[in-house]
């Protein structure tokens, strides 16, 4: 049976791991810290630096797994190594039915969305965006890249390494176009109110933040198909994470510096957009978006089926998923199956569903990344593991960087139970019926054997 092989290249994993980051939230989140929570300028700006701190210190730990460990599934393939199929099961359970195919439905409503805003902008119409006929329009964007990504490895990889170039460009064009442009009459209309914040409320804030910068393992996914995986694997981590922090506390400086520039709107990016290109940079800015996030769905898209696959030939999903089209080079089954889930989700659960489904299961997929950093500190000390012990990249200051993301993930899924406590309850559920799921599974292979 043909297996996925190493075709891709360095830049193909960092422009993942930037793909996989650079959406939505860069655009958004100052907004809300602003205007919601009532949070200075300068403690914005500290949060999105704390962020990316957090941020590159997962990528410096996950580039020790993945030098170790150079296979497919990212915290599939780790927690597997380290401590054994549950673990392993669970985190692709949860990857299968939320991590990849609620984001991806959820990601091509938004296009959508914001693509009728930008022409509504312009044209002056308004769209009823519960219109089921626009839900059918979101459901073709996965069926799509996922029939690209199908289509031989190195297509699927030219498209992202395409969207994501042209996506770096335009944002580091504009951080740089801002910081020309005078924020003179962006006098502060608007003025947040200071207050005492409690210090779990600061884990709520930071996770609000790292909202954005989710995807800095993206990756590890690709463990299989990487070139060199010891040399490209860390540096696409570290190199992807990094030029993404440096990108989002420019913008969010620039964004900040057009606070009170129009009192009509509470969004940051919009003002600075409108002080960009005048009374069309509202909707420029709903079409950039737009287009960014296509690069982000085609990267989830891509490293999702990776996880199936692994799970697949590890015995614990159905065997199909691990077929490799032998003339493509791609995991066509495991492809669709999370295209189908994400068409699902767009078609039944709609806008609202989809975004309740992604709040309701932030806390799990804070959880799995934590408990895979655990693991390389497990393995280290405890366990006493040979792999680990002598693997071929070691963060700087070990233990410093897997110590501190512990630390601040810790500190984050603390805040969620307090502040979301419903939600991070019924996350714990979905991951209890995972459980139950796994001995179901085993139940049945080992009924399998018995019977041939």
């Not at 422009?15 to 939505?24: K, N």
């Not at 022409?119 to 089921?132: D, L, P, R, S, V």
Request: hydrophobic residues 55%.
């Amino acid at each position: 049976m043909s297996t996925l092989k190493r075709q891709l290249g360095f830049f193909t994993a960092a422009f993942t791991v930037i793909g996989s980051m650079v959406g939505s939230g860069v655009f958004l989140t100052s907004s809300e810290l602003y205007f919601d929570s009532h949070l200075e300028s300068t403690t914005i700006l500290v949060l999105w630096i704390l962020g990316g701190i957090v941020a590159l210190s997962g990528a410096l730990s996950y580039s020790e797994l993945a030098a170790a460990y150079p296979e497919a599934g990212g915290e599939f393939a780790y927690l597997n190594r380290i401590f054994g199929k549950l673990p392993a099961f669970l985190t692709g359970f949860v990857s299968l039915t939320v991590g990849f195919s609620a984001p991806i439905a959820f990601t091509s409503l938004v296009i959508v969305d914001l693509t009728l805003r930008g022409y509504g902008q312009i044209t002056h119409e308004a769209f009823n965006f519960n219109n089921f006929r626009y839900q059918l329009y979101a459901a073709f964007i996965p069926v799509i890249l996922a029939a690209f990504h199908i289509a031989r490895v190195k297509i699927g990889e030219g498209l992202q390494n395409f969207l994501t170039a042209i996506k770096t460009l335009l944002v580091f064009a504009i951080a740089l176009a801002l910081f020309f442009v005078t924020s003179s009459q962006s006098v502060a209309t608007i003025h947040p109110t200071t207050g005492e914040v409690e210090i779990w409320k600061w884990g709520s804030l930071i996770l609000s933040v790292m909202f954005a910068y989710s995807g800095w393992n993206a990756a590890s996914y690709l463990g299989a198909e990487v070139k060199n995986p010891i040399k490209n694997l860390p540096r696409a981590m570290i190199i992807g994470t990094l030029v993404t922090c440096i990108v989002y506390v420019a913008l969010n400086y620039n964004f900040l510096r057009f606070a009170g520039l129009n009192k009509e709107t509470t969004s940051l990016a919009v003002n600075a957009f409108t002080a960009l290109l005048g009374s069309m940079g509202g909707a420029v800015l709903s079409f950039l978006i737009a287009f960014f996030l296509v690069s982000s769905v085609s990267a989830e898209v891509m490293i999702g089926p990776r996880v199936y696959y692994a799970m697949a030939e590890q015995g614990l999903l159905f065997k199909k998923l691990a077929q490799v089209q032998p003339r493509l080079g791609t995991p066509a089954f495991a492809i669709l199956l999370q295209s189908g889930l994400s068409v699902l989700y767009i078609l039944f659960f709609g806008f609202g569903g989809t975004l309740k489904l992604l709040i309701f299961m932030g806390f799990a997929l804070s959880f799995f990344p934590f408990l895979t950093v655990f693991g390389l500190l497990y393995a280290h000390y405890f366990k006493r593991n040979a792999i680990i012990a002598n693997r071929p990249y070691r963060s700087p200051l070990f233990p410093l960087f897997p110590l501190l993301y512990l630390t601040a993930a810790g500190f984050m899924m603390i805040a969620s139970l307090i502040y979301k406590t419903k939600e991070s309850l019924w996350a714990i559920c979905v991951v209890l019926l995972g459980a139950l799921s796994f001995y179901v599974w085993q139940a049945w292979e080992k009924s399998k054997k018995l019977r041939s």
